[in-house]
């Protein structure tokens, strides 16, 4: 039985309380006891217990929250909770010029930056309709900066998803190959991550010097590197029987939650929008879109390696097209009037830059100080512009009032949907393989709260 206490009642006088009267208001201790005398529920119910999974827990790729429901270590119902990593950077961006929104949106999906950039930027190119304006070999900078990041974010998702069922070799190897592709973003972008590298008309800088040299050496390392994490774990027992049909979700499910990407091809669907809506040129490249038809968290694995594979073949491709040319459109009322370089400190900007500026004319000058502190004007009107990220189709829905600012943009992040399929995923499975299929979404929170 439980030990009565007696407790006094907020605002009690200390008097009251030294004096020993307790008030009415009691408390009930429960004392510790022996299991077997646990009485057994009612004939024809049975104990549920309901728990939360995140938002701090490392297999929730995350801050993601999940409630599941348990009957013993079954999971009988799964619900996720997001909004832990809003940032409000879709609201931020109203307060922005078209070209300072770059610096925001690249840190949504912080696996995948090159291509919140790109979708930003193709939005604008389309609202300015400049689109075809675009010079050919900044559209190439962009596709290599792309598959270079589909390639790091795929690492991430095979690495920390083999760490979260114990194979932590898969981890190592993940992130030593992901070291790669950081490098080659170091060496073109300046930065490791969110480089803010993609601009509307084309990309901040033209590749470095010897930097064909660089990534051709690049894929080469990585092509061999890959095959010490396939020849781990393709057909290895232990992590076929981890995977295989854990999260299953059909075609129909697919298209009934709008899911797509991996995910998606996973179900036999070779939809990939960078053949069925080419953008950056995509259309005069060479490659396949790897499917399965498992449907399950096996599959998904699968096609993540082949599409890294899929994509050291894009950017070879890529860097045999590259001619001398631009990377900014001509535009002069869009584009800043010459082009960027730094001083010898390594840091503002050179002399040449200097003085290209303020040579010209004292009209040139305050042009280039209007348009870098306000910002061009964008024409009235509405676009959707959608590109296939890592975890699928990404989409951004932009407005424009005709200022120097956005009037509304809207993401459509892919892993915001991908989460809806958690609980037809999870539900009727035991609570171990929850992790396995959430890892199998590769959900980055950063993009689902924005």
Not at 211 to 228: G, P
Not at 413 to 439: H, K, R, T
């Amino acid at each position: 039985m439980p030990e009565e206490q007696v407790i006094f009642e907020p605002g009690v006088a200390e008097s009251e309380v030294e004096s020993g009267e307790p008030s009415e208001t009691k408390q009930y201790t429960v004392t510790g006891g022996d299991w077997d005398t646990v009485l057994p529920a009612p004939e024809g119910e049975t104990e549920r217990l309901v728990v939360n999974m995140g938002p701090q827990h490392p297999s929730t790729h995350g801050v993601l929250r999940l409630i599941l429901e348990l009957e013993g270590e079954t999971v009988t119902e799964a619900r996720a909770g997001i909004g832990f990593l809003h940032t409000g950077i879709e609201k931020n961006l109203e307060f922005r010029n078209w070209v300072q929104g770059v610096t925001f949106v690249t840190r949504m999906d912080y696996l995948s930056p090159l291509f919140n950039e790109t979708a930003y930027c193709l939005a604008v190119e389309k609202l300015l309709g400049i689109t075809d304006d675009i010079p050919e070999r900044a559209s190439i900078i962009r596709v290599i900066m792309m598959e270079f990041t589909r390639i790091t974010s795929h690492l991430v998702a095979l690495a920390t998803g083999g760490m979260e069922v114990g194979a932590l070799t898969a981890m190592t190897f993940g992130f030593r190959e992901r070291e790669i592709g950081l490098d080659m973003n170091e060496l073109i972008t300046g930065l490791r991550m969110n480089p803010a590298y993609v601009r509307p008309g084309g990309v901040a800088e033209d590749l470095p010097e010897n930097a064909k040299e660089d990534i051709l050496a690049a894929v080469k390392l990585l092509r061999h590197r890959f095959k010490d994490l396939a020849d781990l774990l393709i057909g290895n027992s232990i992590w076929v029987n981890r995977l295989k049909d854990v999260g299953y979700l059909n075609l129909t499910g697919c298209m009934q939650l709008g899911l797509t990407g991996p995910v998606l091809r996973s179900t036999g669907l070779p939809h990939d929008l960078r053949k069925a809506e080419p953008y950056c040129g995509y259309e005069n490249y060479d490659f396949d879109i790897p499917t399965q038809t498992t449907c399950d968290s096996y599959g998904r694995f699968l096609i993540r390696v082949d599409e890294m594979y899929e994509s050291l073949r894009i950017i070879e491709q890529a860097v045999d097209r590259l001619e001398p040319g631009p990377v900014m459109v001509a535009d002069a009322k869009i584009a800043w009037p010459s082009k960027l370089s730094i001083g010898p400190d390594g840091q503002g900007n050179s002399l040449d830059h200097i003085k290209e500026i303020m040579g010209d004319s004292m009209e040139a000058l305050i042009h280039h100080f209007k348009l870098v502190t306000e910002g061009f004007k964008v024409p009235p009107g509405q676009v959707y512009q959608a590109i296939e990220g890592p975890r699928g189709e990404l989409g951004v829905v932009m407005v424009s009032d005709g200022g120097t600012r956005p009037y509304r943009v809207h993401f459509r992040d892919p892993a915001f949907n991908n989460l809806q399929a958690i609980p037809v995923m999870c539900e009727g499975g035991m609570v171990s393989d929850v992790v396995v299929a959430v890892a199998s979404l590769d959900p980055v929170l950063g993009g689902v709260d924005r």
